[in-house]
């Protein structure tokens, strides 16, 4: 029942901001197409547009009860449902922010100019009248005096004799016609505002189909001066974030699997978010797992996702499957004469304190053992550092999901949130890895490819 409500406050949450985006940006669509079309085509335009995000949100509120159903295994629905709802709530998004930002500094322009204007306003001249904004005295003229009686009156309009009628308004000879002020505004407005509209999708769809599945290897040597001879060359894959889901079928599942058995791993660590948010994702899960293959096994601890689905349901399901989930536990492996103890925290959200769970994880470990750790969350380095763990691998970043690198130099927003966001950090000979993850959340989308990584063991 704490689940169900736990969910329909999430729904609840989640439908109430995402109405106010599609608001926000339906209601800028609105205002651009008045400026830029004519009364009989904004007509038809706006009912496009409402048109078209109505499908859209059938699209996105489908993919829920798909989960539950099981629909989102076929690939059909992916290509129909999934995929372009998904493509939908990541484009309505981008365009919120960027309208934010777009407006925010339209509105600081603004106010900014009408100080400069106020601060740099003429004074008054000399005659006591002001200045207006051409530079002319505000003082009224005085009026022409009336012609004297019995003169005949003329136009002060009208032409000389002998001169030629011209029209006022003409251009002068030589002098090309400029497209009217109104006109060439309206243009712009158009042009700019297309742009706005087809960027977001394009992006969107973009980054979906260009690195969603591209999945990449990282291989790396971790030198330890004083690690044990018989553990040299070992061999870890670690995976992370799986999320099997509507983002994770079974066969995308069985493929990366397949790939990290081509690495003939010694290990397999795989540091949580196994499902995405639901009991009914844990099946397809349950049916490939058996997959992996690894000389001394395949171990992995709990993130807050399996917690959103039902901890005691992915740990069940695993441990029938042969995967030795550490949860505040430990397991000592004996390897060509040397002690390696992995340990594995639990990554529940409520409950007993990251570092009382470490704690009750490295009781009773052999002193001359070799340390490492699984946990889901990378906060816990510092932790896991005081209390002379070795090795701590973890995922949960996504690295973000968005990112990029412009000329060498790295944008990640990931790094604003969090201490450890990707990649490896060391610290004397104490390291921490944080894999960005194979899986996705939330939206179709990966600018930070997803990843596999190989971790070699060295003392050399």
């Not at 960027?98 to 603004?110: D, E, Y």
């Not at 100019?113 to 000399?126: F, G």
């Amino acid at each position: 029942m704490e689940r169900y409500l736990l969910f329909i406050t999430f729904f609840a949450i989640l439908f109430s901001v995402f109405g106010f985006m599609q608001w926000y940006v339906i209601r800028s669509y609105t205002r651009w197409l008045a400026k830029v079309v004519s009364v009989h085509a904004y007509y038809r335009f706006r009912a496009a547009g409402l048109v078209s995000f109505a499908i859209a949100n059938i699209l996105f509120i489908l993919r829920f009860p798909s989960t539950e159903l099981g629909w989102y295994q076929h690939p059909l629905f992916q290509a129909l449902v999934i995929y372009p709802g998904g493509i939908f709530f990541g484009a309505v998004v981008l365009a919120f922010a960027a309208l934010l930002v777009i407006n925010g500094l339209s509105a600081a322009f603004k106010l900014l100019r009408n100080r400069t204007r106020r601060w740099t306003r003429p004074e008054s001249d000399p005659a006591g009248g002001h200045a207006n904004p051409y530079g002319e005295s505000a003082t009224p003229a005085t009026p022409a005096a009336a012609p004297a009686a019995g003169t005949a009156k003329t136009s002060a309009t009208a032409p000389a004799a002998g001169t030629a009628k011209t029209s006022a308004t003409a251009p002068a000879a030589g002098t090309a016609k400029t497209p009217v002020d109104g006109l060439s505004r309206r243009q712009f407005l158009r042009t700019a505002g297309t742009a706005m509209i087809g960027a977001p999708v394009a992006f969107t769809i973009g980054a979906s189909a260009s690195t969603a599945h591209d999945y990449q290897i990282n291989r790396l040597r971790l030198h330890y001066p004083n690690l044990p001879a018989g553990l040299n060359g070992f061999r870890i894959v670690q995976l992370s974030d799986i999320h099997s889901g509507i983002y994770m079928t079974e066969q995308q599942m069985r493929d990366i699997f397949h790939l990290a058995n081509e690495q003939h791993p010694d290990l397999v660590a795989i540091t949580g978010d196994f499902v995405d948010n639901s009991p009914s994702e844990i099946p397809a899960l349950y049916r490939t797992i058996t997959d992996l293959k690894a000389g001394y096994g395949v171990y992995g601890c709990l993130g807050n996702h399996d917690h959103y689905a039902s901890a005691p349901l992915v740990s069940s399901a695993l441990r029938q499957q042969g995967v030795n989930v550490l949860t505040n536990d430990r397991r000592t492996l004996r390897i060509n004469g040397e002690s390696l103890t992995l340990l594995g925290v639990d990554d529940s959200e409520a409950g007993t304190p990251n570092a009382t769970r470490i704690d009750q994880a490295v009781q009773n470990t052999p002193g001359d053992s070799f340390r490492m750790l699984l946990s889901h969350r990378p906060d816990l380095f510092n932790d896991a550092r005081d209390r002379g763990i070795d090795l701590t691998l973890a995922g949960h970043t996504h690295g973000g999901q968005i990112g990029f690198e412009v000329m060498g130099v790295p944008f990640y927003p990931i790094h604003l949130f969090h201490e450890y966001a990707k990649g490896l950090y060391e610290i004397g000979d104490q390291k921490l890895y944080v894999n960005v993850g194979i899986g996705m959340v939330g939206v179709p989308v990966r600018m930070v490819r997803p990843e596999l990584t190989v971790i070699e063991l060295t003392n050399s």
